[in-house]
T-cell receptor, first 122, second 113 residues
Framework: EAGVTQFPSHSVIEKGQTVTLRCDPISGHDNLYWYRRVMGKEIKFLLHFVKESKQDESGMPNNRFLAERTGGTYSTLKVQPAELEDSGVYFC????????????????????FGPGTRLTVL | GNSVTQMEGPVTLSEEAFLTINCTYTATGYPSLFWYVQYPGEGLQLLLKATKADDKGSNKGFEATYRKETTSFHLEKGSVQVSDSAVYFCALSDRSGYSTLTFGKGTMLLVSP
């Protein structure tokens, strides 16, 4: 079974340009998360999709960031226009929604991470 | 809000040495606790987890015990190998939310032969 994939693995752009990152989750995983690690700092949550709906986007830093998940499959994260402080590694993760017997569906399941996209803004 | 604090790195050890990476957390309620590992050139992988107080997570010789009284989840291994060289992240998931993860800054481990 293929894992979470991300494209590109590296991107170097100039300040003011636009970049689009893509994440393909594990097939059948309804939860999709974006995280970001700025150099030397914590990995921070950006947003969470359940299928095609944004469940939580409280971690999005500003309106230069736009995430989409049309059709509930792959997701894109666009940064427009990019600034120097946007440099970092962007991770995507996915997880299933699995029901526990008699307890209804649970969304507390292991997140599987992709290799990340390293973004450098010059 | 939730937060995770882990020891600064890098941690440099010789092969077969004992490893401890400290992790403490702040959270409301009863979070689940995790250790993730990132090997060079790869993505984050779940190393081990614990979902309630006094649980011990273990995998690949690594262990961590969920200590509610000290709000800690220290990672230990009795004898490290060169192949354990990686960045280790402590994380928590707040059960009151949608299981988004709060991470520490990561600790790089370098093991020399």
């Amino acid at each position: 079974e293929a894992g979470v994939t991300q494209f590109p693995s590296h991107s170097v752009i100039e300040k003011g340009q636009t970049v689009t990152l893509r994440c393909d989750p594990i097939s059948g995983h309804d939860n999709l998360y974006w995280y970001r690690r700025v150099m030397g700092k914590e990995i921070k949550f950006l947003l969470h999709f359940v299928k095609e709906s944004k469940q939580d986007e409280s971690g999005m830093p500003n309106n230069r960031f736009l995430a989409e998940r049309t059709g509930g499959t792959y997701s894109t994260l666009k940064v427009q226009p990019a600034e120097l402080e946007d440099s970092g590694v962007y991770f995507c993760a996915s997880s299933p929604i699995v029901g526990l017997a008699g307890a209804g569906p649970s969304i507390y399941n292991e997140q599987f991470f992709g290799p990340g996209t390293r973004l450098t803004v010059l | 809000g939730n937060s995770v604090t882990q020891m600064e790195g890098p941690v440099t050890l010789s092969e077969e040495a004992f490893l401890t990476i400290n992790c403490t957390y702040t959270a409301t309620g009863y979070p689940s606790l995790f250790w993730y590992v990132q090997y060079p050139g790869e993505g984050l992988q779940l190393l081990l987890k614990a979902t309630k107080a006094d649980d011990k997570g273990s995998n690949k010789g690594f262990e961590a015990t969920y200590r509610k009284e000290t709000t800690s989840f220290h990672l230990e291994k009795g004898s490290v190998q060169v192949s354990d060289s990686a960045v280790y992240f402590c994380a928590l998931s707040d059960r009151s939310g949608y299981s988004t993860l709060t991470f520490g800054k990561g600790t790089m481990l370098l093991v020399s032969p």
